[in-house]
């Protein structure tokens, strides 16, 4: 008999700040735990803006990341990409900016999906909708986090 391992798929939902604040403190913590990273953005422009918030969102902390467009991708823990398809990292986490379902993109072991909105946004819909269809498929470990307006991440895996 094949042990199917357990895949840990989390969803991160804000509506106080701004996704790429928390997107920083995200990377950062994923980068301490030498978690190596693919963060899939929607497009270029995000990317960019991603990547300079970045090099600049704290003056004591430093997130090292690079970007598919760099020199050595596969040398960066933490990798910004537009596509699944940029594995040069190897890594084991992946953070989707975006509501799809990527589980035959790679093999991660963790699924991150970090998404900004109310609950009447066609996004936060359409992540609801992603988070639900996770929580039916066996050996997936989901839950759901939503940043409240004290700026603290409150467990709603009743969503």
Same mark, same amino acid.
């Given at each position: 008999m094949i042990e199917?391992?357990?895949?840990? %798929?989390?969803?991160y939902h804000i509506t106080s700040e701004p996704i790429e604040?928390? !997107?920083?403190? !995200?990377?950062?913590?994923?980068?301490e735990k030498k978690e190596q990273t693919l963060i899939v953005c929607n497009d270029e422009a995000q990317m960019c803006s991603i990547n300079n918030?970045?090099?600049?969102f704290s003056t004591k902390k430093f997130v090292p990341h690079g970007s598919i467009e760099d020199d050595?991708?596969?040398?960066?823990?933490i990798l910004l990409s537009t596509t699944?398809?940029? !594995?040069?990292?190897?890594?084991?986490?992946? %953070? !989707?900016?975006?509501?799809?379902? %990527?589980? +035959?993109?790679g093999d991660f072991g963790k699924y991150i999906y970090m998404?900004?909105? +109310?609950?009447?946004?066609?996004?936060?819909?359409?992540m609801k909708d992603l988070h639900a269809r996770y929580k039916m498929r066996?050996?997936?470990? %989901?839950?759901?986090?939503?940043?409240?307006a004290?700026?603290?991440w409150v467990n709603q895996n009743s969503v």
């Open positions: 199917t391992k357990t895949k840990e %798929v989390i969803f604040k928390s !997107l920083a403190d !995200l990377a950062t913590k994923l980068y918030i970045f090099w600049s050595s991708p596969e040398e960066q823990p699944t398809q940029s !594995l040069n990292n190897k890594p084991s986490t992946i %953070v !989707l900016l975006s509501p799809i379902s %990527v589980e +035959n993109a998404f900004c909105g +109310n609950d009447t946004d066609s996004n936060v819909m359409a066996e050996n997936h470990e %989901v839950k759901y986090w939503f940043l409240d004290s700026k603290k």
